[in-house]
């Protein structure tokens, strides 16, 4: 699973859901594999104002990824466009961004809610949040 | 605004002019319905120009194409003089243009011998330039439209080629050469129109909680965004459940469907979850607003594929309750599922869905309905949400409804709606019991048959219903 996944990932226990702790997840024991994709540029533009910031600079921090700046960049801030033949050229921020989100996967590993300590394993990519019986 | 014939397919009427009206909504265009029938292959539609016409049928599943209209009429000569004054002024515009004519005749056919004079027929249009069978740059098709062995066409038309639709989708998209699928994958027609109804698209994130074999992602993210999809049954994901297909070994997954069809880059990935348990956020009134632009699905029916979410059938004892804690974390422990009620999951998605979209993003989700009721079908409804259309398709004793929401801007929603009542759903801890339509699935729709041997015959109840085009051979379920 891609990691820009998990900025939409919360504790699947109801009770945790009321409770800021139970998001972001935090990863455990992660095996991480780097996908090459195409940059998709609309598409970052479009989910850029939509992402949990600070959930985000937990994320990379948590699994020692280079540190994301404090505060959101701006949209307008993602390209560059040249004068002369009209094209866009992504920003360096925005390469790292799309390497973060779209191209760092966790393979294997664990998901841990930071309010109940519930963990979620991450099993070839596919994790697993299904709740046993006792906390349904 | 000039008109154009859109030359559609005879195939799932209903769902013809919601998927052009989404394709003219998804490309910001004004589209005006001057002819359309059940009945017809034919449409006539109002659209600014070529630019906007395209927009609209390229990536159409229910057509072959898009013609300017240059004349119609009943027959022949009704249609040269409909012709004559329909469109002189732009005839000049191909007259040194490489040309050809083509001849499309439904419910009939012409000879070549017969064709030719027909065409003969237009020299006045007096085109000067090249006849071109490939690559003509002005491509002209006559249209005949036929009775049902009717001897001679009853309408025509004469319309310029501007641009041809996306249904060869349908084909590369074909199950059958999918590497991977299950017993309840949709249909790849029916899976691309759907993400055409939903407005799937270039830069947008869409969601499947019911993916299966990720039929819809891959649907969605063939029009461009970017998809992920989870299901209650996590070995339909990873492909540990085997494939559906017969003589199949070796281990096939969503993921590999993806990269069968170079998708992979679209797909962040899929996760074992159940719909009432939900791990996706979602968003407070602190937190801000939704963040999917579309979610697309066809819930499980209960009839191959069974309609659980988590928990137990009866309440659970304090042992039992303890052996679950105690054994959770073993190797082989299968959380408990029940059965659930059909309408509850349905409200349930709505609920979610209203929650997660973005505002004027889209809810497609399929519903399987006994076509015996006659109780008014209850469609179900959100304060949230809008519904924009209703598209069906009939089997002998039931059918099918894509149901297609948009999520209104927060400023339209009815403040006083939200405070709607609690419904009532189906008690009871058998699948049955919670599931009307899987009830009366299973009793083969005794009340459906009743009804069709009091009524005076079965044609007339077919008509009465509003059921033509019924397909026996095409009854799959899920």
């Known amino acids: ?136 | 605004m000039p008109d154009y014939l859109v030359r559609l397919v005879q195939v799932h009427e209903s769902f013809r002019k919601t998927e052009l009206q989404s394709l003219a909504d998804l490309n910001r265009v004004e589209i005006e319905f001057v002819k359309y029938a059940e009945d017809s292959p034919f449409c006539i539609v109002r659209l600014s120009d070529d630019a906007a016409a395209r927009s609209v049928i390229t990536r159409n599943i229910l057509s072959y194409g898009i013609y300017e209209l240059w004349g119609q009429g009943v027959d022949y000569d009704s249609l040269h003089a409909s012709v004559k004054q329909m469109s002189p002024q732009i005839w000049a515009q191909y007259h040194k243009s490489p040309f050809r004519f083509t001849m499309d005749s439904y419910r009939g056919s012409r000879s070549m011998l017969e064709q030719f004079p027909i065409i003969e027929s237009f020299a006045y249009l007096d085109f000067k330039g090249p006849v071109r069978v490939r690559d003509a740059e002005a491509s002209f098709t006559i249209f005949e439209d036929y009775e049902h062995n009717g001897p001679s066409p009853k309408y025509l038309y004469l319309g310029r080629f501007v641009a041809a639709s996306g249904r060869q989708a349908k084909t590369t998209y074909d199950l059958k050469k999918r590497h991977y699928i299950s017993t309840t994958s949709m249909d790849a027609e029916l899976a691309l129109l759907t993400a055409n109804i939903a407005l799937a698209a270039p830069g947008k994130f869409f969601y499947d909680p019911f993916m299966g074999t990720g039929g819809f992602p891959l649907a969605c993210a063939h029009y461009g965004a970017v998809v992920c999809g989870s299901d209650i049954d996590g070995r339909s994901i990873r492909g540990t459940g085997g494939s559906a297909r017969r003589g199949q070994t070796g281990k096939k997954d969503v993921a590999m469907n993806f990269v069968q069809y170079g998708l992979q880059s679209r797909y962040l990935g899929g996760f074992v979850s159940d719909l009432t348990n939900t791990p996706l956020r979602i968003p407070t009134v602190e937190s801000g607003a939704g963040y999917l632009d579309g979610i697309v699905c066809d819930p499980p029916y209960g009839i191959r594929e069974g309609l659980k979410v988590l928990g137990h059938r009866e309440k659970l004892e304090d042992f039992e309750r303890q052996t679950h804690q105690d054994r959770f974390k073993e190797a082989g422990y299968i959380p408990p599922k029940r059965p659930y009620s059909f309408t509850a999951i349905q409200d349930d998605i709505l609920a979610f869905a209203s929650d997660t979209l973005v505002e004027g993003g889209r809810l497609s989700m399929w519903m399987p309905t006994a076509n015996d009721e006659d109780v008014e079908l209850v469609i179900p409804m959100h304060p949230c949400l809008e519904l924009l259309s209703t598209c069906v398709q009939p089997f002998n004793k039931w059918s099918r409804r894509l149901l297609t929401y948009r999520r209104l801007p927060e400023s339209e929603v009815s403040k006083d709606a939200m405070e709607y009542a609690k419904k009532e759903y189906e008690q009871g801890v058998k699948a049955s019991e919670l599931n009307d339509f899987r009830r009366k699935y299973f009793e083969g729709f005794r009340e459906f048959e009743k009804s069709r041997q009091e009524g005076a015959t079965s044609e007339n109840f077919s008509e009465a219903k509003g059921l033509r085009g019924i397909n026996k051979g095409n009854c799959s379920c899920n």
Not at chain 1, 52 to 60: G, K, N, Y
Not at chain 1, 77 to 86: G, K, P, V
Not at chain 1, 108 to 129: P, R
Request: glycine residues 6%.
């Open chain 1, 1 to 136: 699973m891609k990691l820009l996944t998990l900025n939409f990932l919360t504790c699947a226990i109801k009770t945790c859901k009321s409770s800021p702790l139970s998001f972001p997840l935090h990863p455990r024991e992660v095996e991480l594999e780097i996908l090459e994709t195409d940059y998709n540029a609309v598409f970052l533009r479009n989910i850029l104002p939509r992402l949990e910031w600070e959930a985000l600079r937990v994320l990379a921090g948590e699994l020692g990824l280079p540190s994301l700046p404090e505060s959101s960049p701006d949209v307008s801030s993602l390209s560059t466009s040249s004068e002369e033949d009209d094209s866009e050229t992504p920003t360096q921020v925005a390469q790292d961004l799309h390497r973060l989100l779209l191209e760092t996967c966790i393979k294997e590993g664990k998901l841990v809610c930071g309010c109940c300590g519930h963990e979620y394993a991450v099993k070839e990519g596919v994790a697993n949040f299904l709740l046993p019986g006792h906390l349904v």
